[in-house]
């Protein structure tokens, strides 16, 4: 089977953008979380999503948004871009979004906002 | 809720000596357990997890761990280090109702020749 598959890897935006990112999940994964790592602030969880429904939502402002389509695929968005926002956006899926299975992680998408 | 306390923020170890990272977590019930890597610019990779049954448990890249409830912990031990395991280490667990693992705030591990 395919990996978690993040697009872009790279990105360069600057303050007030905004900016989607993708992901695909393996396939026959039905859930799909989001995460954002900095080196400060560590690995912080963003939102969860399965069968296209947020389960799940993290500390994080209204500005980061998701989303996840019918064949699992998933967005998220973040609006009005701040120069804090520069991080490693993980994405990772597993079967069905308990927390006893493991979950599978893209290689993510490396934000940069000048 | 569950949560999870990796004490050291980074690990310095010599090539060839052996390693162990600390992981205590907080959880009422049999919690499930996992142990992650991640090499700089990738993902996280799963090295291994702890559902039932045997208390060492074996994973990939010589890697093994060993869950202690009586001490709420699960670390994680290798032998002999490479060069090439230096990277981040996150210890994660789940369990309840809760949808996914939660994440400990990981080790950073640092190998000298």
């Known amino acids: 089977k395919a990996g978690v598959t993040q697009t872009p890897r790279y990105l360069i935006k600057t303050r007030g953008q905004q900016v989607t990112l993708s992901c695909s999940p393996i396939?026959?994964?039905?859930?799909v979380s989001w995460y954002q790592q900095t080196p400060g602030q560590g690995l912080q969880f963003l939102f969860e999503?399965?069968?296209?429904?947020?389960?799940n939502k993290g500390n994080f402002p209204g500005r980061f948004s998701g989303r996840q389509f019918s064949n699992s695929r998933s967005e998220m968005n973040v609006s009005t871009l701040e120069l804090g926002d520069s991080a490693l956006y993980l994405c990772?899926?597993?079967?069905?979004?308990?927390?006893?299975?493991?979950?599978?992680f893209g290689d993510g998408t490396r934000l940069s906002i000048l | 809720a569950q949560s999870v306390t990796q004490p050291d923020i980074h690990i310095t170890v010599s090539e060839g000596a052996s390693l162990e990272l600390r992981c205590n977590y907080s959880?009422?019930?049999?919690?499930?357990l996992f142990w992650y890597v991640q090499s700089p610019g990738q993902g996280l990779q799963l090295l291994l997890k702890?559902?039932?049954?045997?208390?060492l448990v074996q994973g990939i890249k010589g890697f093994e761990a060993e869950f202690k409830r009586s001490q709420s912990s699960f670390n994680l031990r290798k032998p002999s280090v490479h060069w090439s395991d230096a990277a981040e280490y996150f210890c994660?667990?789940?369990?309840?109702?809760?949808?996914?693992?939660?994440f400990g705030r990981g080790t950073s591990l640092i190998v000298h020749p």
């Open positions: 990772a899926s597993s079967e069905g979004g308990s927390s006893n299975q493991p979950q599978h």
């Open positions: 396939s026959g994964h039905r859930s």
């Open positions: 994660a667990v789940g369990g309840g109702g809760s949808y996914i693992p939660t």
């Open positions: 999503y399965f069968s296209e429904t947020q389960r």
């Open positions: 702890y559902f039932s049954g045997d208390t």
């Open positions: 959880y009422g019930a049999t919690p499930y």
